[in-house]
């Protein structure tokens, strides 16, 4: 996990010389000058600080699994229709796209032998359809098993940021976007994946590049971001199963609007119509 320098540090020291000059024995003393050497301040936390962090993984899990406890989705699993199979875990891996075989796959690696392991040729076969072919009827429950494993819970994590909280970050703050833009990038990637098909993270980061510049090149961040959410609305315009763009209207662009682009708390926002508040 990439972790930004937490400003933990209390305000900024301001060093200060008074130089007073005496004029005459019995003459009062006069202030001819005073100096700061103001600190430079410190950039505000980056999505990848652990508060920061927090709040991505419970605005993420509002538009998820409609709650603020992501920790909870550990044992979440169900095939929603949207094409991809099951849809499981803290970030949705799906069977169908093989974020899901990968987890499983790593699970075993670290812990041979557990209760999920031996649905690995039947992953591999379905990823790239939404068959549940040699899953049914067991592989829910015994995913739900699995999630109260601490191993499972933390091999859920790790491919989370290998996949998609990491690269969305170094991709943001490669394009000097703060915290908002960094997580609209983490948003993008859990939903639309980073392959080569229109709708993939990338190629919604280049049809916003179109018509706007990230500060990186240049450009107003609030402009870029504007047109990286335009661009996101399209892709999941695109997708019957993705359609409603509450996640992106009600959701971040609330605070592009407010210009929170720390996205510093509280935070107000709504998902499918349902209200969230973080404090």
């Avoid at 990823?127 to 072919?133: E, F, M, Q, R, V």
Wanted: contains cysteine; charged residues 25%; proline residues 5%.
């Amino acid at each position: 996990m990439v972790h930004a320098d937490r400003d933990t540090a209390g305000p900024a020291t301001v060093s200060r010389r008074t130089v007073v000059a005496v004029l005459g024995a019995v003459a009062t003393g006069a202030l001819l000058g005073t100096q700061r050497a103001l600190a430079t301040p410190l950039a505000a936390p980056g999505l990848d600080d652990p508060a920061k962090k927090e709040i991505a993984m419970k605005l993420v899990s509002s538009a998820e699994n409609s709650s603020l406890d992501w920790k909870a989705q550990y044992k979440y699993i169900e095939d929603i229709g949207d094409g991809r199979g099951y849809t499981a875990g803290i970030i949705g891996f799906c069977s169908g796209t093989g974020d899901m075989l990968d987890l499983v796959q790593l699970y075993a690696d670290r812990k041979p032998g557990n209760v999920l392991a031996k649905y690995l040729p039947a992953l591999r076969r379905v990823n790239g359809t939404d068959s549940h072919d040699g899953l049914d009827p067991n592989y829910p429950r015994d995913w739900r098993k699995a999630a109260q494993d601490t191993a499972f819970q933390q091999a859920q994590n790790d491919e989370r940021d290998r996949v998609y909280f990491n690269p969305a970050v170094a991709q943001g703050k490669a394009d000097g976007l703060r915290a908002l833009g960094q997580f609209a990038y983490y948003d993008a990637l859990v939903m639309h994946g980073d392959g080569d098909d229109p709708t993939s993270f990338r190629n919604i980061r280049k049809r916003a590049l179109r018509t706007a510049k990230p500060p990186a090149q240049g450009g107003n961040e609030t402009t870029y971001l504007n047109a990286f959410l335009d661009a996101r609305v399209w892709a999941m315009k695109q997708e019957e199963a993705h359609s409603d763009t509450s996640r992106v209207d009600t959701e971040q662009r609330v605070f592009l609007r407010k210009g929170n682009l720390d996205l510093n708390t509280p935070l107000d926002w709504k998902v499918y119509g349902d209200s969230y508040h973080i404090g």
